[in-house]
């Protein structure tokens, strides 16, 4: 299974370090290969670093794309965090 | 032998930011000198074993990051977010992974092959326009430090591992080693860096341990071994005493201890003068459960919550949910008759803020306070909402830094109404009996002190920045910090005419900047009439014993006369040889028999 969805980040600091590590946990979690896309540059959704160094403030919007056969329960995580601002407001 | 006794005593002078004197051997903590070794390697034996040894180093340092965790504990305010995301960062594969490709293709030495990941990273980082994420290149340098100490072998750079009783020297301290000097046995500390609002400083006097910072070169004068005497009261350190200067301070230290001791007990003691004269006493805290170290210092109340440390050190922000955990726990602990909780001053010379403002030129007079408040109203509104509900549980005021003109007051009043209008339609409880005040900060405020009482409940006036504001001198400019003199005639002259448009608006006038802590300067601010004075917790027994010792009359009569000086310094030495002389035990001695000696 292959999901891909694009999300406008709304919480106020963007894809930080706490942020960062957030996604990775969820990432890390499923079987699904999660990759992160922002500008036309891909990262491995499994790297805090590769996320740090997309560089995504307030208002990025950013692919998210998941590969396997828990894609979709992924995608909908993901897709609970960004929508919750990451619990940050 | 012959080498201990060439040893010079050498008195360097920096900024005591946590009082007491303390003299013993010193450990000097130096990660500057945890540089990267580069060689080649030969033979495919020798490079596996390379990459073995990395990720032996790797283990190592997690583990010491997970210690660290497990001793801040659950229920810390600080600490254990950042250790998390450099636990992360040690794990990622691409880090871990490019330093072992650096070592296999390039046979290289594990140092080298790190130290070039490491600026691979710093060089996608310096592309990033976000000022905030390019800061994060910092989190990459920190855990690699990590990594370089453990793969050198050197066992004694953490913080936990130092040997007992010593006194530590460092260039600089992180958050991460000052939150673990709570568990440890250090009896004083000293670094090359530093301000009395940097974090260690802060630290330092939440839990009562000597501290002089800014001292610019102690790390590399001072030698493991070395026996120092730090006098945190007086900004002073003493490297390499000689025996009789190590008596006199022996005797220096009984004597303050026995003073501490005996001010201690008389704190509780009303803050009135012979003549009857009131001072509402209070403590300025950073942390909530410094309220109760407050009480016992004699404190009647919080006269400044600074909240800033419910946001540093946190990557994400606060919830409303915090903000007022903490605000329930200042004003219901026991003894504290009234609480006011500044709104975050972030921004200027306050640590990390949000590090989105920490690349303007000039951040004092930057996007800071509430400037920043009013232009994020969403972040402000959690905080409000946060005190307003809090307020319930007991006396507390709002307190709103860097007010500069009318319009500002007014546009927070409305935001304040707002909230207290939907906590209603929420049917949440608010405190209705919660006062608005206003630090006058800005030179601006104190001219039109007369328009803001009409618009506040009290003022506090801070110090720190006004004195910064109106004598035109950058407190951290080591240049011209000559020029910064609380008993300048402009700034006595500003604080009179505050004192007197508040109260003749029927408005109280309290002060919190370091100037009301200061014993020299207790008299002179009683005398210029201000209501209260707010201070940090271990000055306020000295205070209040200056005023139950004095009259009130006599205060005044101080002021008349130093009033009519022209320059700053003939008033500066007019008070300082009237307080010395009047409270010999409670004021600062000065050093020039000590620097003959030198």
Not at chain 2, 12 to 19: A, C, Y
Not at chain 2, 449 to 455: M, Q, S, T, Y
């Amino acid at each position: 299974m292959r999901k891909e969805e694009n999300f406008t980040l709304k919480n106020e600091l963007g894809l930080h370090a706490r942020v960062a590590a957030m996604l990775v946990n969820v990432s890390s979690k499923y079987d699904a290969r999660i990759s992160f896309e922002k500008d036309g540059i891909e990262v491995d959704g499994t790297s805090i670093l590769d996320i740090l160094t997309l560089a995504c403030p307030k208002g990025s919007n950013i692919t998210i794309r998941a590969e396997g056969t828990d894609a979709d329960r992924a995608m909908k995580e993901f897709a609970r965090l960004i929508e919750n601002k990451f619990g940050e407001d | 032998m012959d080498q201990e006794k060439i040893k010079k005593t050498v008195l360097l002078r920096g900024i005591g930011v946590s009082p007491g004197i303390v003299s013993g051997k010193a450990y000097v903590l130096d990660r500057r000198d945890v540089k990267a070794l580069h060689y080649n390697l030969y033979g495919k034996d020798v490079i596996e074993r390379e990459v073995e040894r990395f990720r032996k180093a790797l283990d190592e340092s997690e583990k010491e990051l997970l210690n660290i965790k497990e001793r801040l504990g659950e229920g810390e305010e600080i600490g254990p977010l950042f250790i998390d995301v450099q636990i992360m960062i040690l794990r990622d594969e691409k880090f871990v992974g490019s330093t072992v490709r650096n070592i296999r293709s390039r046979s290289i030495n594990a140092e080298w092959a790190l130290s070039l990941s490491v600026s691979r990273y710093r060089e996608m980082f310096e592309k990033i326009e976000d000022a905030y994420l390019k800061g994060r290149i910092k989190d990459i340098e920190d855990v690699a430090q990590i990594v370089f100490r453990n793969l050198s072998g050197d066992t004694h750079e953490s913080i936990v591992d130092i040997p007992d009783r010593v006194i530590l020297i460092a260039h600089d301290l992180s958050p991460a080693d000052t939150v673990q000097m709570k568990t440890e046995k250090i009896l004083a500390f000293a670094t090359d860096v530093g301000s009395k609002t940097s974090h260690t400083a802060i630290i330092a006097r939440a839990i009562e341990i000597p501290a002089t910072v800014g001292l610019k070169n102690v790390s590399e004068v001072v030698k493991t071994n070395d026996i120092v005497i730090i006098d945190g009261t007086w900004g002073t350190v003493i490297v390499n005493p000689d025996p009789e200067l190590i008596k006199r301070y022996e005797e220096k230290r009984r004597h303050y201890h026995i003073m501490e001791e005996d001010l201690n007990k008389e704190a509780p003691l009303p803050s009135v003068t012979k003549d009857g004269h009131r001072i509402g006493i209070g403590a300025n805290i950073e942390f909530s459960d410094e309220a109760v170290s407050a009480v016992s210092h004699g404190a009647n109340g919080v006269g400044l919550f600074r909240t800033e440390f419910i946001y540093i050190n946190k990557e994400q922000l606060p919830t409303e949910e915090e903000h007022y955990y903490h605000y329930q726990r200042v004003i219901e602990t026991e003894g504290i008759k009234w609480a006011t909780i500044r709104t975050f001053d972030l921004g200027g010379d306050k640590f990390i803020s949000d590090p989105r403002l920490a690349e303007e030129m000039n951040p004092a007079m930057g996007l800071r306070a509430v400037r920043y408040c009013l232009r994020e109203i969403d972040l402000f509104k959690v905080q409000i909402r946060a005190i307003l509900r809090a307020s319930v549980l007991g006396n507390t005021g709002i307190l709103i830094p860097m007010i500069s003109g009318v319009e500002e007051i007014r546009h927070v009043k409305e935001i304040i109404a707002e909230v207290k209008d939907e906590l209603k339609k929420e049917g949440k409880p608010y405190g209705e009996g919660i006062k608005l005040g206003i630090m006058i900060e800005v030179p601006s405020a104190v001219v039109i002190a007369d328009l803001l009482a009409r618009e506040v409940d009290f003022f506090s006036i801070g110090t720190n920045d006004l004195i910064q504001y109106s004598l035109a001198i950058d407190r951290v400019n080591e240049r011209v910090d000559y020029l910064y003199k609380p008993c300048h005639p402009a700034i006595l002259r500003l604080i009179k005419q505050v004192v007197e448009a508040g109260h003749r608006a029927g408005i109280k006038v309290a002060m919190c900047g370091e100037m009301a802590g200061d014993p020299l300067y207790a008299l002179v601010l009683m005398g210029l009439g201000l209501d209260g004075l707010s201070m940090t917790p271990l000055a306020i027994p000295r205070i209040k014993k200056i005023m139950r010792e004095s009259t009130y009359s006599e205060s005044t009569e101080l002021i008349q006369n130093i009033l009519g000086f022209m320059e700053a310094h003939e008033v500066e030495e007019y008070v300082r040889d009237y307080m010395t002389e009047r409270f010999p035990e409670l004021c600062p001695v000065n050093y020039e028999g000590l620097n003959e000696r030198i």
